[in-house]
């Protein structure tokens, strides 16, 4: 069974100063590598003349994440991406990208001196994100008569579950993103209605 997992319930940025030097951090939820690459090219356009631009995020599950990356962007190998990613972790958080933008402002930090700059920045916008819960979906394939149509619209909207495709042919194949505590409801509507259905657990 998927269990629903903590992901953050929006945009937020944070600025702290350390020894004259400007971290900005930015927390943002991410499902995708192209969101991940958006949310970057917009911080390069935010603050084209910053010096390291440095990031981390998860993809999936606290702990057992899809997908993870990290990025010192010039800074000492070791001293940026990584502990934006450690800290990530330890808040057991998912589907995140934590991106921390620095102005260098003349005082070397030094390597622990980094180290617990780009953490202290991202724990600045992990710890007062607001959480939601992520719940799974399973992406259902559905093929029906043309009279099942409006029926399976209907379940939907009340259900408040998406119809991510709808196609037309001999017969009528939509797919669903139904939420993992809704498949009892989906199943029990489908069978009703002699849908054919499958999905990947």
Known sequence: MKKDYPVPAGYLERETEIKKSRFIARIAPVASRDEVREWLEKAHQDYPDARHICWAYQIGRP??????????DGEPSGTAGKPILSVIQHKDMGDVLVIVVRY????KLGA???VRAYAGAAESVLSEVERVFHKPLN?????M???DEQPLRHWCEVNKVE???IDYGTSVTARVLVPEDLMEEFTAFSDAHKLD????T
């Open 63 to 72: 702990g057992s994440a899809a997908e993870a990356a990290m990025n010192d």
């Open 104 to 107: 260098f402002g003349g005082i």
């Open 112 to 114: 622990g001196g980094l």
């Open 139 to 143: 992406a259902v394939d559905i093929t």
């Open 145 to 147: 008569g043309f009279a």
């Open 163 to 165: 119809l991510d495709s």
């Open 197 to 200: 259905y499958s999905f990947e």
